[in-house]
């Protein structure tokens, strides 16, 4: 496993950007496919964005298509979720994912497929 820090939460106006940060330690991040999750208030974690190892291949919740941008930089160990056009809706905690390094070009969107979990960062949208 693979720890991870998030960073990069904070407060957003409806329509603005935000860009949070996924720092992991270890040299297998960047063999791991990884995610991004969110939870709102009194609302079950949910699926936001996931890339393969090599960052060839993404996928999105619909929630976000077209607004996020997954991306990761395997030099520096980092994911990045790039957040526009937020809405107040988005206002959750997000979470990075990683999953056992595998050099895996598979796409991975369930809770389950993920072995290490940053521990949050707060994003607020205010309308």
């Known amino acids: 496993q693979v720890q991870l820090i998030e960073s990069g939460g904070g407060l957003a106006q409806a329509g603005g950007s935000l860009r949070l940060s996924c720092t992991a330690s270890?040299?297998?991040?960047?063999?791991?496919?990884m995610g991004w999750f969110r939870q709102a208030p009194g609302k079950e974690r949910e699926f936001v964005a996931t890339i393969s190892w090599s960052g060839s291949r993404t996928y999105y919740a619909d929630s976000v298509k077209g607004r996020f941008t997954i991306a990761r930089d395997n030099a520096r160990s980092t994911g990045y979720l790039q957040m526009d056009s937020l809405k107040p809706e988005d206002t959750a905690v997000y979470y990075c994912?990683?999953?056992?390094?595998?050099?895996?070009?598979?796409?991975?969107?369930?809770?389950?497929?993920?072995?290490?979990w940053g521990q949050g960062t707060q994003v607020i949208v205010s309308s």
């Open positions: 270890g040299r297998t991040f960047s063999r791991s496919p």
């Open positions: 994912a990683a999953r056992a390094s595998s050099f895996s070009e598979v796409l991975y969107n369930r809770e389950s497929d993920f072995s290490s």
